[in-house]
């Protein structure tokens, strides 16, 4: 299992630069990056990262913005990221007195950087491994009964007409009341369920063919397709290594 590093930094060229650092590190990493907030918080929501590195200023157009700080102070309320390494980057004069004492950060990189001081706070947090927990259930309710289905047991997921369709790798199928796509990935809390539309989920330890070109996903065992949504297309090419 490769280990997966979230880059969080609103500059086109730190963002590289940081991207490069990371590589020398580590090779093989898989290196999610966002540009702000919301982008960053989709995809901790979406995957499981094992080690951030956070910008403090997210939006420099507003007068002492620290939307870096608040996008930590959320995912430590996040159970699996309590305690995953946290690598703050700032230009600021001291912020370590706050990143150290109330968000639990490893450490802090100073702009410009320091490759020599990146390299050994990514050694140190690349050591650490979110735990992804193979047996997490996600409860359906259909007429007063719970159904707690592991994640394990789901091919995909579909939504038509406010009703969520279950397709299960013994074949069967469960209709569900309606969930939206990010209410079943953020009680997923893992990496193995991906979006492939607005209404589609699919789990990718069953997935057999990708295809981008005609937006098509075929899983194994003839256990069926479902579509890739347009506006998703270059996101699943990232994600199976298409692009």
């Not at 927990?133 to 394990?152: D, Q």
């Not at 893992?190 to 075929?218: H, M």
Request: with cysteine; aromatic share 8%; hydrophobic share 40%.
């Amino acid at each position: 299992m490769e280990k997966a590093v979230l880059i969080v930094e609103d500059e086109e060229q730190q963002l590289n630069i940081l991207q490069r650092l990371v590589r020398n590190v580590n090779q093989t990493a898989d290196i999610y990056l966002a540009r702000n907030v919301a982008e960053a918080y989709r995809t901790l929501m979406e995957r499981t990262i094992d080690v951030f590195v956070v910008d403090i200023i997210l939006e420099p157009e507003k007068a002492g913005d620290t939307s870096g700080f608040q996008l930590i102070d959320r995912l430590r309320k996040i159970p699996k990221y309590m305690f995953t390494p946290v690598i703050v980057v700032s230009a600021l004069e001291d912020p370590t007195f706050y990143a150290y004492t109330e968000l639990n950060c490893l450490g802090y990189i100073e702009k410009p950087y320091d490759p020599k001081r990146i390299a050994e706070l990514l050694q140190k947090a690349l050591c650490y491994t979110t735990s992804r927990n193979e047996e997490t259930t996600i409860n359906f309710r259909k007429s007063g009964i719970l159904y707690p289905l592991r994640i394990k047991d789901i091919v995909y997921l579909e939504s038509r007409n406010h009703i969520i369709y279950v397709h299960m790798v013994s074949g069967s199928c469960l209709k569900a009341p309606y969930k939206t796509c990010k209410q079943i990935l953020k009680e997923a809390d893992g990496d193995s369920l991906v979006q492939c539309s607005r209404s589609a989920l699919i789990n990718r330890n069953y997935v057999l063919i990708v295809d981008t070109v005609n937006r098509l996903i075929t899983f194994k065992d003839n256990l069926g397709r479902v579509d890739i949504g347009i506006t998703y297309r270059k996101k699943i090419a990232k994600e199976f290594g298409n692009s």
